[in-house]
């Protein structure tokens, strides 16, 4: 049982690239989430998805899109990567527990942009 | 708007040690309270929660309980061991969309 997936888990882009970062749970969870972790700024959401077919900004959406491809699959895409986007990426899907649900995180993926 | 403010670390203690960490929180209206658990590499994983006033929650020696009145969650272990080393982020949910809020993470390192 791989729970959340995530790849790649680790990248390196020069500014102006594009990459798309992937997502997929085994869980059967409607909602599915991503965030960005910076040092001393905790976790900040960037967008999520409530089911499938429906995504909403979260605090931080500028610079990204997602796709919510099927009730699995959530990717994030960076069109054109600033070194602002320099972070730790994570995906997380929530149990469909109303208000009391647990998050499910993946391992992470790590993002350099020089 | 809702917010959870946590302990600054890092934290270093002694094996055996007991552990303090504070979280504060601000929501608007009756939210669920986590705490996650972060080891080095790896992604967050819940550690313990409660859902009301007065709930405590409990896993693996930690503890903490929903404390309304002074809008606290503080996270607590009698005796931390090496492996307990990691970093720990207070939480919050509530509201449409189960929106999550989460604290700045405490690191906390425990020596032989």
């Known amino acids: 049982n791989a729970g959340v997936t995530q790849t790649p888990k680790f990248q390196v882009l020069k500014t102006g690239q594009s990459m798309t970062l992937q997502c997929a749970q085994d869980m059967n969870h409607n909602s599915m989430y991503w965030y960005r972790q910076d040092p001393g700024m905790g976790l900040r959401l960037i967008y999520y998805s409530a089911s499938e077919g429906t995504t909403d900004k979260g605090e931080v959406p500028n610079g990204y899109n997602v796709s919510r491809l099927n009730k699995r699959e959530f990717s994030l895409r960076l069109e054109s990567a600033a070194p602002s986007q320099t972070s730790v990426y994570f995906c997380a899907t929530q149990s469909p527990v109303l208000y009391t649900g647990e998050l499910f995180f993946g391992e992470g993926s790590r993002l350099t942009v020089l | ?112």
């Open chain 2, 1 to 112: 708007g809702d917010s959870v403010t946590q302990m600054e670390g890092p934290v270093t203690l002694s094996e055996e040690a007991f552990l303090t960490i504070n979280c504060t929180y601000t929501a608007t209206g009756y939210p669920s309270l986590f705490w996650y658990v972060q080891y080095p590499g790896e992604g967050l994983q819940l550690l313990l929660k409660a859902t009301k006033a007065d709930d405590k929650g409990s896993n693996k020696g930690f503890e903490a309980t929903y404390r309304k009145e002074t809008t606290s969650f503080h996270l607590e272990k009698g005796s931390v061991q090496v492996s307990d080393s990691a970093v720990y982020f207070c939480a919050l949910s509530e509201g449409a969309g189960n929106q999550f809020y989460f604290g700045t993470g405490t690191s906390l390192t425990v020596i032989p």
